[in-house]
T-cell receptor, first 114, second 114 residues
């Protein structure tokens, strides 16, 4: 059981380049999330999805887009990367079902924009 | 708006000493509360969670947390810290009121002295 898998694990981009981060979960979770982690700022929610075909903005959505075309996948796109987007990105998926409620995290993607 | 505050950015304890990490939350109803741990270069792992009932919850690795509604707190404790507990710890609240988001604190980095 792989859980939550993020691809790639590391990436270096030049300013203005685009890329897509892929998150895949095999737990049949309805809810999926993209967070960024920066020193001293904890995890900040970028976008999230409450089901296939739905997406919603989190607290820091600017510069990012997402898609959830399949229930198991949640893609995070950077159309024109900026140095301020240098960060570690985490994907998570979750149930919200009583005692089973819990977020499961991927191992992270370390992105550097130069 | 929901929020989570972890007032201690860094904590240093000696191996074998007791530990308490503080967490305060702001939430309009009975919250779903979580503590996660992140080892360097890794994703987040769930330590324990609270939904209702007994206000003292036990987790993995010998950790426990106590929910105090009157103080809006959910502090994490361990009676005797091991060197392997050095990591970053995150408190989170799960919003079950409709958005199904997880809101994280900024984290507390624990250093353990031999």
């Amino acid at each position: 059981n792989a859980g939550v898998t993020q691809t790639p694990k590391f990436r270096v981009l030049k300013t203005g380049q685009s890329m897509t981060l892929l998150c895949a979960q095999d737990m049949n979770h309805e809810y999926m999330y993209w967070y960024r982690q920066d020193p001293g700022m904890g995890l900040r929610l970028i976008h999230y999805s409450v089901g296939e075909g739905t997406t919603a903005k989190g607290e820091v959505p600017d510069g990012y887009n997402v898609s959830r075309l399949k229930k198991q996948n949640f893609l995070l796109g950077l159309e024109s990367a900026a140095p301020s987007q240098t960060s570690v990105y985490f994907c998570a998926s979750s149930y919200f079902k009583g005692l089973r409620t819990e977020a499961f995290f991927g191992q992270g993607t370390r992105l550097t924009v130069v | 708006a929901q929020s989570v505050t972890q007032p201690d950015i860094h904590i240093t304890v000696s191996e074998g000493a007791s530990l308490e990490l503080r967490c305060n939350y702001s939430y309009g109803a009975t919250p779903y509360l979580f503590w996660y741990v992140q080892s360097p270069g890794q994703g987040l792992q769930l330590l324990l969670k609270y939904f209702s009932g007994d206000t003292l919850v036990q987790g993995i690795k010998g950790f426990e947390a106590e929910f105090k509604r009157s103080q809006s707190s959910f502090n994490l404790r361990k009676p005797s810290v091991h060197w392997s507990d050095a990591a970053e710890y995150f408190c989170a609240v799960g919003d079950i009121s409709g958005t199904y988001k997880y809101i994280f604190g900024t984290g507390t980095r624990l250093k353990v002295l031999a």
